[in-house]
């Protein structure tokens, strides 16, 4: 081994100097935690969606946008409640998740979800997007104004 430092006695414990070990170590204990609401996609999905007046389905999915990386549509498998149809749920629309119940709240009802837009990968444009956002009467993210730093 090269000289290093103090010598070949540094590289004893993992090839790491004792000083950077402690470095390593008291940076470890001063990282903060985190966000402690922050979860991947792979731990959310499956999670159950709740209406304003019952479940409607759990997650399935995540379309994101590929230019900015936000998450524009939750990809909702509703076959528990009726047959074989997948709608979409815009971030904005959720009111709580709830992490150690595995649920995530929409405000919208659940007829009000089951008369939308079904879900079709290849038909997902603007104007599906504009068709969904006007069922749910919500302004559409395309349209808002910029937000000012």
Do not use: C
Request: no cysteine; proline share 5%.
């Amino acid at each position: 081994m090269p000289y290093y430092g103090g010598g070949i006695a540094d590289y004893a414990n993992g090839g790491i100097l004792s000083t950077e070990r402690e470095q390593i170590r008291q940076a470890a204990i001063n990282q903060p935690a985190g966000d402690a609401h922050l979860r991947s996609t792979h731990e959310v999905s499956g999670y159950h969606i709740r209406a304003t007046d019952g479940e409607i389905g759990h997650i399935n999915d995540f379309i994101m946008d590929d230019a900015t990386w936000a998450i524009r549509y939750v990809v909702v498998d509703t076959h528990n409640w009726w047959p074989g149809k997948q709608v979409l749920v815009a971030p904005t629309w959720i009111t709580a998740v709830n992490w150690d119940e595995r649920t995530v709240d929409v405000a919208i009802t659940r007829e009000t979800i089951k008369g939308g837009p079904e879900y079709d990968p290849a038909q997902l444009n603007r104007d599906y997007e504009r068709r969904l956002y006007r069922h749910y009467r919500q302004p559409s993210y395309w349209d808002e104004a910029p937000t000012k730093r």
